[in-house]
């Protein structure tokens, strides 16, 4: 890796879009984007090729997977108008973890007990070629990613739109530009949120206890960050609204000499919105905002049940 590239790593991990770790023996480091960066759709060469690639001491890559790729529709890139026009190389995606050194896990997929290394694809460090994976896994005595053919995209959405359950997770579609994305089963879709374990009141509790969705984001496939981010555009909307109101209303209140006057304002101006403003309203009476900022927020809690995380290890 060239001396500027590097410093560019550098840059974006002091700005938290990239982490670089320490191998805990080897003498390496593994750099992968963080949930800032999905989040935030903060893409660019540096961020995207971040996903497990390794540098030695020396700053060279020592292995790099392919760059972060999206699913059809999901980037301007991979609309179906702005696509190559031509027909794709179109692979099986297998339901796993990445590994460039260490091995990964099952996500959702079932793979009935089978245990083995799968090849998906091979790229040349130096000139950074993509190499025919299938012919290389023959040479190599290896399972590979199963090919599909089909005639063009629509097809190819199609055969999974008919796809019933979650033995197969979906497409990787590859084009001679190096351009990849993903075509995912509608089954695996519901199936992994499922088993994620994610609902709108993970997002509600962290936003009330004023944290980062990160830890969130960790466990949420690509396909449900723009819900996340959507549950905290409403929930924060929400929630500022309610402060709002219940403002003007403690302001109002507030020009009145005798806390009864006070209170017999607050249950008049609040009767008929929404349950529990006045508690918020009195709360600010009270001068203690941290107390009506809880109470604001208990009144907008999503009534769904957590869903359990299931352990896949």
């Given amino acids: 890796m060239k001396p500027e590239d590097y410093q560019e790593i550098i840059k974006r991990k002091d700005a938290g879009l990239i982490t670089m770790r ?23 060469v540096y961020t995207l090729m971040s996903r497990g690639l390794i540098l030695d001491s020396e700053h060279n890559i020592l292995s790099k ?16 108008s702005n696509l190559p026009a031509e027909i794709p190389s179109i692979s099986e ?18 793979y009935k007990g ?11 460090n130096e000139n950074k070629h993509e190499l025919a994976h299938v012919k290389e ?18 097809q190819a959405e199609k055969y999974l739109a008919e796809m019933q359950g979650i033995n197969h997770e979906g497409f990787v579609c590859r084009y001679l530009n190096g351009l990849r994305l993903k075509l995912k089963s509608e089954d695996y879709r519901k199936l992994h949120k499922i088993l994620t374990g994610f609902s709108a009141k993970d997002v509600w509790d962290a936003l009330r206890q004023g944290k980062t969705l990160d830890d969130l984001l960790n466990i949420v496939p690509d396909e449900f960050y723009q819900w996340v981010k959507r549950t905290e555009v409403e929930l924060l909307q929400s929630k500022n609204k309610i402060i709002k109101d219940a403002t003007a209303i403690y302001q109002e209140a507030g020009k009145l000499s005798s806390r009864k006057e006070q209170a017999l304002y607050i249950l008049k101006a609040t009767d008929g919105k929404y349950k529990g403003l006045n508690g918020v309203v009195f709360s600010m009476l009270d001068c203690n905002m941290e107390k009506a900022d809880e109470a604001a927020w208990k009144l907008i809690e999503p009534k769904a ?3 359990n995380m299931r352990d896949d290890a």
């Avoid at 320490?22 to 660019?44: A, F, M, R, S, V």
């Avoid at 997977?65 to 890139?77: D, I, M, R, V, Y």
């Fill in 65 to 80: 997977p392919f760059s972060k790729f999206f699913n059809l529709n999901e980037t301007a890139e991979t609309t179906m």
């Fill in 305 to 307: 049940d957590k869903v």
């Fill in 22 to 44: 320490k191998h805990p023996i080897l003498d390496l480091e593994i750099c992968n984007y963080t949930p800032k960066t999905q989040y935030n759709k903060l893409w660019d």
């Fill in 93 to 110: 995606k297998l339901d796993g973890v990445l590994g460039i050194l260490y091995p990964g896990s099952k996500i959702v997929v079932d």
């Fill in 114 to 124: 089978r245990s083995e290394l799968v090849l998906l694809a091979v790229l040349n």
């Fill in 137 to 154: 896994a023959e040479e190599l005595g290896l399972s590979c990613a199963k090919e599909f053919h089909f005639d063009d995209l629509t």
